[in-house]
């Protein structure tokens, strides 16, 4: 049974910055594709960057730059680092892993 458990997520002011965290029981991130998607209300679920078993790192235009994917050394837990932020990066934020498994996700508030 795979569980993806996100954290980090809150209210921040815009240029602020926060990081997110997804850590993963049943499944080793490191062996497979994972990525953090966001949805926003009203809104279609995106995906916003993505990391692959070989640690090569995609990410959506409207975030380059400014977000950060990575996992730890043991495989287990993902990040996004998400700098400059604006209120247009307001959303639920979720990690899911292999294209299967989704967590519950972690809102992110940007204020103006």
């Known amino acids: 049974q795979v569980q993806l458990v996100e954290s980090g997520g809150g209210l921040v002011q815009a240029g602020g910055s926060l990081r997110l965290s997804c850590a993963a029981s049943g499944r080793t991130l490191s062996n497979y594709w994972a990525g953090w998607y966001r949805q926003a209300a009203g809104k279609q679920r995106e995906l916003v960057a993505a990391?692959?078993?070989?640690?090569?790192?995609t990410y959506a235009d409207s975030v380059k730059g400014r977000f950060t994917i990575s996992r730890d050394n043991a495989g287990n837990t993902m990040y996004l680092q998400m700098n400059s932020l604006k209120p247009e990066d307001t959303a639920t934020y979720y990690c899911n892993v292999g294209g299967d498994y989704w967590g519950k996700g972690t809102l992110v508030t940007v204020s103006s």
């Open positions: 990391i692959s078993w070989s640690a090569s790192t």
